[in-house]
């Protein structure tokens, strides 16, 4: 009976991959969306709010448009949990964590945890989601990323280290390729981590 209560897996995902997924309903209601190979029941997005309502009064509704480049979906809450969109605004960019609903044949999320983000998430995402299959640069590009990746460590020196976020957010190529390049430099005692996801030069 315990499994019944278990939490399912919020697929970090992006809008247009969402909606294109295919509804599969129990009776009138969504049980989950077919998005490839996984059933889809709870998401993470990352978006910007393009557009807030609020209605108050006997029958609180509170609805948020996301978008993040790939498509549109809504947000909507009622009731007192209206109270977890007074705080955003249309331009904000968000973190959702929330489960997935239809009704009318549209798809929105009721959120779990909403969070605001800066902008440059949004293309951290992009990177992460991507592709699922690890991208091979050629030799002389890897070389190059293996010294962008050296001289943003050294450089961060001074402030006690770089972020790992911050090296793929700028660097700008498939986190899992500077991830095996960060992995080289910690292998061969050039860089070493002080705590998970902080990179310090070792020379």
Do not use: C
């Amino acid at each position: 009976m315990v499994e019944q209560y278990k939490r399912n897996i919020a697929y970090k995902m992006r809008i247009g991959g969402l909606l294109a997924g295919k509804p599969l309903l129990e009776g009138d209601r969504l049980k989950s969306l077919d998005v490839g190979d996984k059933q889809v029941v709870r998401v993470n997005l990352i978006a910007n709010i393009i557009d807030k309502y609020i209605q108050e009064g006997e029958k609180k509704f509170g609805s948020i448009t996301l978008d993040d480049g790939t498509g549109q979906i809504k947000a909507k809450t009622f009731g007192d949990d209206v109270e977890k969109f007074t705080q955003f605004n249309q331009g904000d960019t968000v973190v959702l964590i929330g489960l997935v609903r239809s009704w009318n044949n549209e798809v929105y999320l009721t959120p779990e945890i909403i969070k605001k983000k800066d902008p440059a998430y949004l293309l951290l995402r992009k990177l992460e989601i991507e592709s699922n299959m690890p991208k091979t640069l050629p030799t002389e590009q890897r070389t190059a990323l293996k010294d962008k990746i050296l001289i943003m460590v050294k450089e961060a020196e001074k402030d006690g280290g770089v972020d790992i976020d911050k090296l793929i957010l700028e660097l700008k190529e498939h986190p899992e390729v500077i991830n095996q390049e960060i992995k080289k430099l910690l292998e061969d005692g050039t860089a070493y981590e002080p705590r998970p996801g902080k990179l310090r030069y070792l020379g």
